[in-house]
């Protein structure tokens, strides 16, 4: 997310994992707006029936970081089962360089996240699931220590998170699959900047039905979602929005032999405040034999405004002028990867080329009643490279 210093979000133990899986480049046609950079979807575990699992994991770092977990397991009966996963998190402060400033900040961390699943072995299903997070930061200057002009400056933030969200899918008598999905997460931040104190309030609701379904060489999904995003800050309420964002999307999946199969998918959103944006996608996979395996795909997908940047991370939002007349963000991609599999080996090469026009960027302001603005750069932003893993 934009506030990514904010909370260790992906700090999630191994235990809690089923599969991870990792999209590249532009992912909006599926997955919405803010999806421009790739998908990151953590698909977690279940409760194996008739196999109750306990496990606790503890870890320690040479930089006196700790984490302490316990995932519990165990299924009810063949058909309902439930899971917890808990954990405590501290780091202690480190000046790495010894030049009174934070390099890896004080933390402390609280989470919980009980859940229950229902399925009845005939395509019915239902995973719902709460959590809470609480998390407190010291970062800036080290105690006793002082920047340039001989006063202290801490960088604090507390933050309390609760969130829950469901998924449930069902068969339909003509073989097609639906699958109903929500989520709600709240957010407090409590920020110290030097002496100056933000407070912010964020909450997003989203919803989401689909239908997906086989024809022939056809594999098709189809779908609706809907989403609600407000953000309240206490101390800078110029930057306070609601947004709410409807769109569409579908995806057609075509083997036109048994080694190569094309997808186009596309949606559109339309956004309280920016108007509607169209993001597609297409991609080609071959398979020329079971261990080889290559890929071609390239998207469009866009960014919606906002004043969260890495320099807000640091400065916060009282410096920042008002966003005036800022634009979406609009990116492309293209990428090929070429993978190679025999137990225990896979290889994977990528090469990749992203464009982002009208990308945000903090600009530095030469005096006046504020510091910096947020505007859109004047010149795209290029990305290349490779992977080999």
């Given at each position: 997310?934009a ?30 707006m ?22 606790v994991?503890?870890?320690r ?6 984490d ?7 299924p ?11 954990g405590?998190?501290?780091q202690a ?7 009174g400033w934070?390099?890896l900040?004080?933390f ?6 009980p859940?229950v699943?229902w ?15 609480t998390?407190?930061?010291?970062g ?9 002009d001989?006063q ?22 003509k ?11 709240s957010?407090r931040?409590?920020h110290?900047?030097?002496?100056a ?7 997003t609701?989203f ?10 060489h ?6 609706a ?5 407000t953000?309240r ?7 306070d ?11 057609d ?7 190569l ?5 596309a ?6 405040a920016f108007?509607a ?10 398979r020329?034999?079971?261990?080889w ?10 960014f ?12 916060g ?5 008002p966003?005036?007349?800022i ?22 090469t ?6 982002i026009?009208?990308a945000q960027?903090f600009?530095q ?13 004047e ?8 992977e080999f893993?």
């Amino acid at each position: 997310g934009a506030q990514s210093g904010s909370v260790g979000i992906l700090q999630i133990p191994p235990m809690d994992l089923q599969q991870v899986e990792v999209i590249k480049g532009v992912a909006s046609a599926l997955y919405g707006m803010s999806a421009i950079g790739g998908v990151v979807n953590l698909v977690s575990r279940r409760p194996k029936a008739g196999a109750p699992e306990h496990e606790v994991l503890v870890n320690r770092t040479t930089h006196r970081g700790t984490d302490a977990a316990l995932w519990l397991a165990q299924p009810v009966n063949d058909r309902w089962g439930y899971s917890g996963l808990a954990g405590q998190h501290w780091q202690a402060r480190s000046d790495i360089d010894g030049d009174g400033w934070t390099d890896l900040p004080m933390f402390r961390r609280t989470q919980v996240r009980p859940r229950v699943s229902w399925d009845n072995g005939s395509g019915r299903s239902i995973f719902a699931t709460l959590g809470a997070l609480t998390e407190v930061r010291r970062g800036g200057t080290v105690p006793g220590r002082t920047t340039p002009d001989g006063q202290p400056h801490p960088e604090n933030l507390a933050t309390r998170q609760f969130d829950a969200g469901f998924v449930a899918r069902f068969l339909t008598s003509k073989r097609i699959v639906g699958a109903i999905r929500g989520s709600a997460v709240s957010q407090r931040h409590d920020h110290a900047y030097g002496s100056a104190i933000e407070r912010d309030r964020s909450r997003t609701l989203f919803g989401e039905a689909s239908l997906t379904g086989t024809a022939g060489h056809n594999t098709w999904v189809g779908g609706a979602a809907l989403q609600r995003d407000t953000f309240r800050s206490i101390d800078v309420p110029r930057f306070d929005y609601s947004y709410t964002i409807p769109g569409v999307f579908a995806q057609d999946d075509y083997a036109i032999v048994h080694w190569l199969t094309a997808s186009a998918s596309a949606r559109v959103d339309r956004h309280s405040a920016f108007g509607a944006f169209f993001s597609p996608r297409l991609t080609l996979l071959f398979r020329p034999t079971p261990r080889w395996t290559a890929r071609v795909s390239g998207g469009l997908g866009h960014f919606a405004p906002s004043p969260f940047t890495e320099e807000t991370d640091a400065t916060g939002l009282a410096p920042l002028a008002p966003l005036g007349a800022i634009e979406p963000e609009t990116a492309n991609s293209v990428s090929t990867d070429v993978t190679w599999r025999k137990v225990p080996f896979e290889i994977t090469t990528t090469v990749f080329h992203s464009r982002i026009s009208g990308a945000q960027v903090f600009r530095q302001l030469p005096g006046g009643p504020f510091a910096a603005r947020v505007v859109n750069s004047e010149t795209p932003t290029r990305t290349s490279g490779t992977e080999f893993i």
